[in-house]
């Protein structure tokens, strides 16, 4: 199963779930975010991490919140509370798939003091270039 394919289940069952997928493979300077949601009432915002077939192919969590920060900025979302999730779609030996959904892997409490963190240059440039 490609990467993409993974992504499409993933949207799937978030969808089920009754979240809003409001982007999938998400990009800015080149680095992605796999998906990202918003449940039914607008209250979180969720940014989830496709583990496909175990193999982590998406960027390191650092990367997932910088990458974050300037899609809140970009769409003005600085006052609804973040999380991460991260969702596993591995094959089966009779060709399905398991999905495990592990919600709060990482949780923003503050969006506002995230979003102003993730404006410090040097943080970013910090993360990123390490």
Not at 66 to 89: C, G, K, Q, W
Request: proline fraction near 2%; hydrophobic fraction near 35%.
């Amino acid at each position: 199963m490609t990467h993409l394919e993974a992504i499409d289940i993933a949207a799937e069952y978030m969808e089920q779930k009754g979240w809003y997928v409001r982007h999938r493979r998400w990009e800015y300077d080149h680095r992605n975010l796999d998906m990202v949601c918003i449940d039914e009432d607008m209250s979180t915002l969720v940014f989830i991490e496709i583990l496909n077939n175990g193999c982590k192919v998406s960027p390191s969590l650092d990367d997932m919140v910088v990458t974050a920060a300037m899609y809140v900025r970009d769409y003005h979302l600085e006052n609804i509370p973040i999380r991460f999730d991260r969702i596993s779609v591995n094959n089966t030996s009779e060709g399905s798939y398991t999905i495990k959904h592990t919600e709060n892997t990482c949780h923003i409490a503050d969006p506002y003091i995230f979003y102003e963190q993730m404006r410090d240059r040097q943080r970013v440039h910090d993360i990123l270039c390490g």
